[in-house]
């Protein structure tokens, strides 16, 4: 086995969001850097511009990223979510912060007994993060 990676698929209503969403996430968190977007031409099955490949890392751990306009019975889903180990109530504040930003929290920031501070959004895009601050 080569690797194995995350790869997600921007669906549905946030169809065409692919790279809106990776240039939001390596601004976010250190050490991420985009890597490489291959783009649909116009001869292509989707729309000219749209993200058919996009390859890019977070704080060093590396991801896939594609549109899809096509009519799918699925999108985004907490049941498979992004988990960041934070090392400072700073980092993990700001992060929290940025991601709920037009998203929903499905657990709020705050000391939940196995974590000091812990939370759980799925941010604007629909991905799924639970933020963990590392003891």
């Known amino acids: 086995m080569k690797s194995i990676k995350t790869s997600l698929m921007f669906v549905g ?4 969001k692919a790279e809106e969403a990776i240039r939001f996430y390596t601004s976010l968190f250190p050490g991420s850097e985009i890597i490489d977007i291959q783009r649909y031409e116009a001869d292509e099955h989707e729309p000219e511009g749209s993200a058919k490949m996009a390859r890019f890392t977070i704080n060093g751990a590396e991801f896939m990223a594609l549109d899809s306009h096509l009519d799918h019975q699925f999108t985004f889903t907490p049941s498979m979510s992004l988990y960041v180990e934070c ?6 504040e700001k992060a929290y912060q940025a991601l709920a930003e037009g998203g929903s929290e499905l657990m709020p920031l705050n000391n939940y007994g196995f974590s000091q501070r812990f939370g759980w959004l799925n941010d604007r895009f629909g991905v799924s993060w ?3 601050l590392s003891n």
């Open 13 to 16: 209503e946030q169809a065409g």
């Open 130 to 132: 639970q933020l963990n």
């Open 87 to 92: 090392e400072s109530m700073r980092e993990i």
